[in-house]
């Protein structure tokens, strides 16, 4: 095997583990408290972090964003006019 494929991938998947571990963990400590609100309160944590974490962020400026693409297509239609004014095969 090529020792330099070994250097990348030894990290790769030790990181890969100490993730997925450190996930498990966090998981199986709320199943351990014995008084039932706090356990649930537990669980209502974890919910809210896995929440927050696949919560895609707003975008910042919506407005220019819009502006943004409007100019895109604009510049796409002035693009396609002028391909089609292209003699093909005349």
């Given at each position: 095997?090529?020792?330099?494929?070994?250097?990348?991938?030894?990290?790769?998947?030790?990181?890969?583990?100490?993730?997925?571990?450190?996930?498990?963990a966090v998981e199986q400590s709320?199943?351990?408290?014995?008084?039932?609100?706090?356990?649930?309160a537990c669980y209502k944590r974890q919910e809210d972090e896995l929440a927050a974490k696949r919560k895609p962020d707003a975008p910042a400026n919506d407005g220019q964003s819009r502006?943004?693409?409007?100019?895109?297509?604009?510049?796409?239609?002035?693009v396609y006019r002028s391909i089609n004014n292209i003699c093909r095969g005349c």
């Open positions: 095997m090529n020792s330099t494929v070994l250097k990348f991938a030894l990290p790769a998947l030790v990181a890969v583990a100490i993730s997925t571990s450190s996930a498990a709320c199943r351990f408290i014995q008084a039932k609100p706090e356990r649930e502006d943004t693409l409007r100019q895109m297509r604009q510049d796409d239609d002035a």
